[in-house]
């Protein structure tokens, strides 16, 4: 391993372009859309990425993120919009022309050449002299860990060499924005959850920036710093993976986005900051205000499964009235045991399904419940999240 | 899976058989290129006696050299439009009529020879051009152009789209990318179209017969001709010998494009 690699090589840095400071504003992105033919892949999108910054485009397949991407390496050319690096509009300009680098779902590497070469490719056409080639080379190699493979084909290398490989080849001409499509797809659960700390890593070290495309919400919320969530060509919320979890800001995200409890409700009345509701599914319920005042009186009601409590009777103390302000009794209908926690599915007496995600904290556990018990479970209002329907 | 390989007697009875049926004719007419009897159907022991009689064979000597700058010119003018119509139709962008333009020039594989022979013969007449050399070169070319570029598109067909994304994105413009990328990796399929070129050329008669022009006959016209006033033992030496020549292009035309399916697929690891 390197210790820090030196930032200043005008030889590689297009035309010599001062980069941003961490924190400054690096790429914006303003109302770009693209069709093909009459399929509007991205319509309209606007974004703001800051420098340093490790930022995830997340959304089911088709809902353009690749697209996205693929504008920003330059592959497709936007119809409308601009995209401005440092301030300056790249919408137009071609692949080799960009301080933007990318690595690619397939990793693409090329197979004639051997590793050493792969790495090398970028940095000769970069017109870099012979000995700082071989420099940045061994640095490149050192930095994700192929020493010793440096003359092997990549069809000698396994899975998660030759996504060392791509990354390596991907960062040795320092770009400006390194842009990652899908980049832990194609390695099995351990190495993917081993490579996401490292890249992590890495992106903390080299200080540079990330944008990284995925359809995995595990993946997103782990590694990036911020994520985008995309829904047929828009982008439907920018949070920080805390808030796109917590405050999801519609239902299309909440049910996106991890797993979650949702009702239908009706707005009864107001009591301070507490709004009280009425469920079809869920009887009343008592929540917390929303943030943004709500036109309309019919909205929905969510609850992620692991802030619901589950207990055989419902608590007695004052303390415990207060935070369980929402009871809901019912009978297990369903258990599932994912070894951590156990997802119980409690069916409501009033008529509703609720799911509780409940942490297995104990080995022996003579807490757990059985299948057709009678238990209540319960909530607070902070922990629900008001939505529009 | 041994039940598979293990050949039962049947199998090898019929396979014998097909084989016997496709070289026993060639094995014979070898075999016989060595006879020392000026009688063909009449073995007289071995001697080289006829090979030495075709390299004083002028008319003969000139045919074959004939024939081979033919299929040299003609295999490279094909391996050169054959490998850009392929470029074309699978790396282009889809533009109207490409199934139509793929369709036309895929045609010339199945069309009867007789009928590609005549339209250019009636072409060349028209443009009163002079039958000879070039004329012949030219009607090979649109013979086995179509062949190379099937080739070619098959391997490009079966490469990574990104490789060359990767070089642009790396630093070339999409010309360089095509060369540093692509082309070495479709090398091979260039190398065995061009084989494929070659031989098809160097046995045509057909089209040759109807293109060529007095005094420039390819050696598939000279032995036929020679052939019709009774077969000398000559031509047997001569068959000998183009057999040998294309076997070695062929085994060279299959080991480039083995090398070729080897390396290189898409590096996607899945």
């Known amino acids: 391993m390197t210790d820090e690699l030196p930032r200043t090589d005008a030889a590689v840095d297009a035309a010599g372009d001062v980069r941003p400071a961490a924190g400054q504003p690096l790429l914006r992105i303003e109302g770009v859309a693209k069709t093909f033919g009459s399929f509007r892949a991205v319509d309209g999108v606007s974004l703001d990425i800051k420098a340093g910054e490790f930022f995830a485009l997340l959304g089911p397949s088709g809902c353009g993120k690749t697209t996205l991407l693929r504008m920003l390496a330059g592959f497709e ?287 022996l556990d003579v807490d757990a419940y059985s299948l057709n018990q009678n238990v209540v479970a319960w909530f607070t209002p902070d922990d629900c999240v008001v939505l529009p329907s | 899976m041994r039940k598979v390989s293990r050949l039962s007697r049947f199998n090898i009875a019929s396979l014998a058989f097909g084989l016997a049926f496709l070289y026993l004719p060639i094995l014979i007419l070898v075999i016989y290129s060595f006879n020392d009897s000026r009688l063909v159907t009449v073995w007289g022991g071995w001697s080289l006696r006829w090979y030495r009689e075709f390299f004083n064979d002028r008319a003969m000597i000139e045919a074959a050299w004939m024939s081979l700058r033919v299929a040299v010119a003609a295999a490279t003018i094909a391996t050169l439009l054959g490998t850009l119509a392929a470029v074309a139709l699978s790396r282009g962008e889809r533009f109207r009529g490409r199934t139509l333009f793929s369709g036309m020039l895929y045609a010339p594989l199945v069309m009867p020879e007789v009928i590609t022979g005549l339209s250019l013969l009636l072409l060349f007449v028209a443009l009163n051009a002079e039958r000879g050399f070039w004329t012949v070169t030219f009607a090979h070319t649109t013979l086995t152009m179509c062949f190379v570029a099937v080739v070619v598109q098959s391997r490009l067909g079966s490469l990574d789209r990104s490789l060359e994304e990767a070089a642009m994105d790396l630093g070339c413009n999409p010309v360089r990318a095509f060369v540093a990328v692509t082309l070495p990796l479709i090398a091979p399929a260039i190398v065995a179209g061009w084989m494929l070129a070659f031989t098809l050329s160097l046995d045509d008669l057909v089209i040759a017969s109807f293109t060529t022009g007095p005094g420039s006959a390819t050696l598939p016209i000279r032995i036929y001709s020679e052939v019709r006033l009774g077969v000398k033992p000559e031509i047997n030496a001569i068959c000998t010998l183009v057999i040998a020549l294309i076997a070695v292009v062929i085994v060279i035309a299959s080991l480039a494009s083995k090398l070729s399916s080897s390396q290189g697929e898409s590096a996607a690891p899945l």
Request: aromatic share 4%; glycine share 8%.
């Open chain 1, 77 to 363: 050319a936007p119809d409308e919009g601009r995209i401005l690096l440092g301030g300056k509009d790249i919408a137009q300009a071609l692949p080799h022309e960009r301080p933007i680098n990318m690595m690619f779902q397939s990793y693409a590497l090329f197979p004639h050449l051997s590793v050493r070469d792969n790495i090398a490719f970028g940095l000769k056409r970069a017109g870099m002299a012979r000995a700082d080639i071989a420099t940045r080379v061994s640095e490149m190699v050192a930095l994700v860990k192929l020493e010793g493979l440096e003359k092997r084909k990549p069809d000698q290398l396994s899975g998660g060499q030759r996504q060392r490989v791509a990354l390596a080849r991907a960062l040795a001409r320092r770009p400006q924005l390194l842009l990652l499509d899908e980049p832990l797809a194609a390695l099995d659960k351990k190495l993917r959850e081993s490579t996401q700390g490292e890249l992590m890593e890495l992106q903390r070290r080299l200080g540079m920036t990330f944008i990284i495309v995925t359809h995995d919400q595990e993946e997103a919320m782990t590694m990036a710093s911020r994520i985008g969530v995309m829904k047929a060509g828009r982008l439907d919320q920018v949070a920080s993976p805390r808030e796109l979890y917590e405050a999801p800001r519609s239902r299309w995200i909440a049910e996106f986005v991890g797993d979650i409890n949702l009702f239908d409700a009706e707005f009864k009345l107001r009591d301070g900051h507490r709004l009280v509701i009425g469920t079809r599914d869920a009887g009343t319920l008592v929540v917390a205000e929303p943030r943004e005042a709500l036109g309309e009186t019919r909205f929905s009601v969510a609850i992620r499964p692991e802030k619901v409590k589950l207990s055989r009777r419902a608590p007695v103390s004052e303390a415990g009235r207060e935070t369980a302000i929402n009871r809901l009794d019912g009978v297990i209908a369903d258990i599932c045991y994912l070894g951590g926690t156990t997802i119980y599915k409690v069916k409501l007496d009033t008529g509703g399904m609720l799911q509780a995600s409940v942490v297995n904290s104990a080995r």
